[in-house]
């Protein structure tokens, strides 16, 4: 260990009294360093002068002890090149023994003494070492409530109080070695600066690191709820909003003003360090019975990317225990756990005061009507953000019952951003956050309310009958940090200058839905970019692919390996992880979570997904539907098809690849998206599943009985539902013919399509005929302006529409086609839709001789097995070396 000393300090002794008291206190005292070598922060060779916020003898004690730990200068030696007996100072003093009172010191006392021993000697520095001591900032589970009480707060305590917080929670203790300052480097900056003005502007940059870095341990000082209610209630928008109320209603602008405050006491939060504490105590056995390990990733970037800003935590939203989860490793992390926007339904008898002193604030799920509590929500939010209290809310709105990211509601987002713009002291920084779970509590909810049962409505008794849950067990969990998301480069690049629009609470320039769209959107790729993949999502990629969801054993290692080298040879972003189980590990895996089930055979084992879990797993294939969405892409190329030409998928990947983004919010632009096409068809080359001929322009797959094109299909397959729903969207649009169809009666025409194809189909997917989907994708065609509205309120659509239709035979098996078109309602425009005639196969690739239809028994697999190689009556015939029409439409492509 690096050992820096003060150079030329005479050595004193300490006073034989101060080594007996530290002796007393060891047994009571562990310490944390942070960082855990402090030593590397320091400049060998010139004096260090400790400074900590409060003087106290406990305090003296622990840094001493901490510096002889860590190999640094000591505390209680004198500083070389001055008068100061001691090498340390605090900033204020406690007086009193029980309750104490905080006095500062002089600013031109020690400072004043530092700042005249470098007069006159150019070449001489000290550096100064702020130290921070918190002692019991997180009991641990062992730890006792009464402990809680006494633990680390921003209250100023006597003597007495410390001493009890030492034996109680002294077991806790952090000591927190900020970088050092500069004393030259500071003096040089501030110019003819006279010496005791100089000590206390250092005094008051010293007092506001110090708030920083308590505020970041413990949490901002929230004072009492009733000092936030009160500054609330006073704002003047909140003011002139009464006043309107009690004019329009014809009240007493006294009741008006009570209302107010009702509404504003059913918002607030009331944070409680304690309650924190005690929860947090409760939590850990609560996550022990519930999961096998929770996960974070990245936590380290994110916490260094936090100091100085107003952080606002965007998790993607999947379950109840989100709330519970993030703010629970942030506190074991040593960051404060966030004030978290609930809605009213959580506020439920016993449990919605627990949560509201948990940093929980109470929203309702509309304002609309209610322009008084509209204005009080809007000045509550400025509140929090203007004393930098970090939050927590999900802009998708609600629960993901499907497992996709949810298109996001701005309204959180605009108060937010609005709330910034009125006073921009503090910069916002919004933190993405992925949160993956290998089984739900809610899952089986979520697939009934899909299937059309109505959402059943929060309740304690509801909880109650819930705590059943605690006799299973969940598996693990993963919390990725994103990469954070700065508001002040949007707000300069929307608006040169947008810093004019702040001061009126009223303003909502032009320029401002377009920041909130593409904060929005930043915010959902950033967390899809932090995505985790467990065991559960590559079993449910590879078996809800097969009709059967069942899948040989070595077919489903094989796939696996496949999936698993795909995400590791092309990487989605930097942020991505990946478990580090082989496939034989995760088929085991998959077996003990209870998800999958092992059929014996003689001739190999199979494994399938039961019944439900079918629909249940299909939630943990769409967390990750984004990472081979690409790769799937080029797989349904070949569906249908044994052979087209890389600019063929180019450039259908490059007409498909818009809704494709809006949907599952990819990361790429075009230019990316082409890059990483072509880097994903080398892949499929390089693993033989696809042959590249003519230099590299034409790509081919195997005939259907090879493994090859096999795994070509399972991977498509992930993909193909999506495609066939904007086939329904598009074939119900063009058979009705334009003028005809609002917007919301075509999402109608294609919610009920999608339901019946589901019936016929015995789809496992719920999603499939998910309106929220439907309506994305029209909204996409309305941007892309392939789709407009007429001045009656109906569609009307471009020419390419038509096209898009035809270019579908290239994916769609005809079958899948005519059923849609079937089952879709419309008028008489059968033409624009209608299907060719069977048409010749392309001299290119000629049927291989014995690769008949007749064919379709695999020599190596069951009966059964062959089966799940087949998604659409079509395969047989393209397996065979028969060419649809798909390849008849290489050559003009």
Request: charged fraction near 25%.
């Amino acid at each position: 260990m690096q050992n820096i000393s003060t150079a030329d300090s005479p050595r004193r002794r300490t006073p034989w009294w101060f080594h007996l008291a530290g002796q007393l206190l060891l047994p009571w005292v562990r310490i944390r360093r942070d960082p855990a070598e402090p030593t590397t922060l320091l400049k060998a060779g010139v004096p260090v002068c400790y400074v900590i916020e409060r003087d106290g003898f406990s305090d003296a004690l622990i840094l001493d002890r901490a510096c002889r730990e860590a190999g640094l200068p000591g505390p209680l030696q004198p500083l070389a090149g001055t008068r100061r007996r001691r090498s340390v100072f605090a900033l204020m003093r406690r007086d009193g023994w029980l309750f104490g009172r905080k006095r500062h010191r002089a600013p031109n006392g020690p400072l004043g003494q530092l700042v005249h021993s470098l007069e006159g000697m150019p070449d001489r520095d000290i550096q100064i070492v702020p130290v921070s001591i918190y002692v019991g900032r997180a009991p641990n589970r062992d730890s006792g409530w009464f402990s809680v009480l006494f633990s680390e707060n921003w209250v100023m305590v006597g003597r007495f109080r410390r001493l009890l917080a030492l034996l109680l929670n002294g077991r806790d203790t952090v000591v927190h070695f900020s970088a050092p300052v500069s004393l030259r480097e500071v003096l040089a900056e501030s110019g003819e600066l006279p010496p005791p003005r100089f000590a206390r502007k250092l005094a008051r940059v010293l007092r506001t690191h110090f708030h920083r870095i308590r505020a970041a341990v413990i949490g901002p000082d929230l004072s009492h709820r009733r000092t936030v209610v009160d500054d609330v209630l006073r704002a003047e928008p909140v003011r002139a909003a009464i006043a309107a109320t009690a004019a329009k209603e014809k009240i007493s602008e006294a009741k008006a003003w009570r209302r107010a405050q009702k509404m504003m006491l059913e918002i607030a939060a009331d944070y409680s360090h304690p309650v924190v504490r005690s929860v947090s105590l409760l939590l850990s056995n609560f996550w022990n019975k519930l999961y096998d390990g929770i996960a974070m990733h990245h936590f380290d970037k994110a916490r260094a990317a936090a100091p100085g800003y107003e952080v606002v935590y965007v998790p993607s939203h999947r379950s109840h225990t989100d709330y519970l989860l993030l703010s629970y490793q942030l506190h074991m992390s040593g960051v404060v756990p966030p004030h978290i926007a609930a809605g009213i339904n959580l506020n439920l008898p016993v449990i919605g005061p627990i949560l509201r002193r948990g940093g929980a604030f109470f929203m309702r799920r509309t304002f609309k009507g209610n322009a008084l509590y509209s204005v009080i929500f809007n000045e509550y939010m400025a509140q929090l953000i203007d004393r930098g209290v970090p939050m927590e809310y999900f802009i998708e709105g609600g629960r993901s019952r499907t497992g996709r990211l949810l298109a996001p509601r701005a309204g959180m987002l605009v108060m937010t951003v609005r709330a910034f713009l009125r006073a921009p002291r503090r910069p916002v920084l919004f933190q993405p956050v992925y949160i993956g779970y290998e089984k739900l509590m809610e899952g089986k909810s979520y697939a009934g309310e899909l299937s059309g049962q109505a959402k059943e409505k929060e309740s304690l008794l509801g909880l109650l009958k819930g705590l059943k849950v605690l006799r299973q067990r969940y598996g693990h969990v993963a919390l990725n940090f994103g990469e954070p998301i700065e508001l002040t480069p949007l707000l300069d690049a929307a608006s040169a200058d947008w810093r004019s629009a702040s001061g009126d609470p009223d303003t909502r320039p032009e320029w401002l839905s377009g920041v909130i769209d593409q904060l929005a959107e930043k915010i959902q790729v950033n967390v899809n970019r932090a995505a985790d993949v467990n065991p559960i999502n590559l079993l449910a990629l590879s078996l809800l692919a097969t009709p059967k969801h069942a899948m040989a054993e070595n077919d489903l290692l094989a796939q696996l390996e496949l999936t698993r080298s795909l995400l590791l040879e092309l990487p989605y972003s930097d942020r991505i992880t990946l478990t580090p189980m082989d496939p034989a590990g995760i088929i085991a895996y998959g077996e003990q979570m209870g998800w999958i089930r092992r059929i014996k055979h003689p001739l190999g084992d199979v494994l399938d997904v039961e019944g439900e879990q079918a629909v249940l797993l299909s939630y943990f294939r769409n967390n990750v539907l984004h990472l081979v969405a690409v790769a799937a892409w080029v797989a349904c190329c070949f569906l249908n098809n044994r052979r087209m030409s890389r600019a063929s998928v180019q450039r259908l990947g490059r007409i498909i690849y818009p809704f494709l983004q809006g949907e599952l919010f990819l990361a790429w632009d075009e230019a990316g998206f082409g890059t990483h096409l072509q880097a994903t068809i080398d892949f499929f080359v390089r693993r033989g599943l696809l042959e590249a001929t003519g230099d590299g322009r034409m790509l081919e797959r195997g005939p259907g009985q090879e493994d090859g094109a096999f795994q070509l299909k399972v991977i498509a397959r992930s993909l193909i539902q999506a495609f066939e729903r904007y086939y329904i969207a598009i074939a119900a649009l063009v058979k009705h013919g334009p003028h005809t169809l609002s917007g919301g009666e075509l999402e109608t025409t294609c919610t009920l399509t999608a339901q019946r194809l589901a019936l016929l189909n015995e789809l496992s997917a719920p999603e499939f005929f998910d309106k929220a989907l439907f309506r994305g994708f029209i909204q996409k065609l309305r941007e892309r302006r392939i789709v407009w509205t007429d001045d009656n309120g109906k569609l009307d659509y471009d020419s390419a529409l038509e096209d898009m239709v035809r270019d579908a035979r290239v994916i769609l098996s005809r079958e899948m086609r005519h059923s849609i078109l079937k089952i879709t309602p419309g008028g008489d425009r059968d033409a624009a839709t209608e299907e060719p005639a069977a048409e010749p196969a392309t001299p290119a690739a000629p049927a291989e001789a014995g690769d008949d239809a007749g064919a379709e028994l695999h020599q190596r697999h069951v009966a059964a097995e062959h089966e799940s190689h087949r998604a659409h009556p079509a395969d047989a015939a393209a397996d065979a070396g028969e060419e649809t029409e798909g390849t008849q439409r290489d050559l003009p492509l």
